[in-house]
């Protein structure tokens, strides 16, 4: 039984999962500082791959076992949930009206509104 099969799994991925999550953030430079939490909480992301993906590499180089990757991907993963406000902004729900938020909401805006509600507070802030 191999025992670094995930970690030689993650080793022969390369860098693509890292590529794949930067180039994500790289699409959230349209929506500029509307963007900008959940554009931090993608680059978390693509940290703790990086991560991981290092910690398998080392794993796979100095002949240790997965029990290493799990341990250490759990850590990551503790962290992440302790700064979880900060990691997973998400919200399914709009923050004001508690109706489903689409997708391209729910990932790159950062007011967790609407379409009705972001053009009612968009309204009020114009005419105060
Ligand atoms: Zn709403």
């Not at 963007?35 to 940290?47: T, W």
């Not at 509104?113 to 507070?121: A, K």
């Amino acid at each position: 039984m191999n025992t670094l099969k995930i970690s030689s799994l993650l080793l022969d991925a390369g860098l693509w999962p890292l590529i794949v999550l930067l180039v994500i953030n790289l699409t959230f430079r349209k929506y500029g500082k509307a963007a900008a939490v959940k554009r931090m909480a993608s680059l978390y992301h693509a940290i703790a791959v990086f991560i991981i993906t290092s910690l398998a590499a080392l794993i796979v180089k100095w002949q240790l076992t997965d029990l290493y990757l799990g341990l250490g991907t759990v850590l990551v993963i503790g962290i992440m949930v302790v700064f979880r406000k900060q990691v997973f902004p998400y919200q399914r729900t709009c923050a004001a009206c508690s109706a489903q938020l689409d997708l391209k909401t729910i990932y790159y805006m950062d007011d967790n509104l609407c379409p009705r509600c972001r053009e009612e507070r968009s309204g009020t802030e114009e005419h105060p």
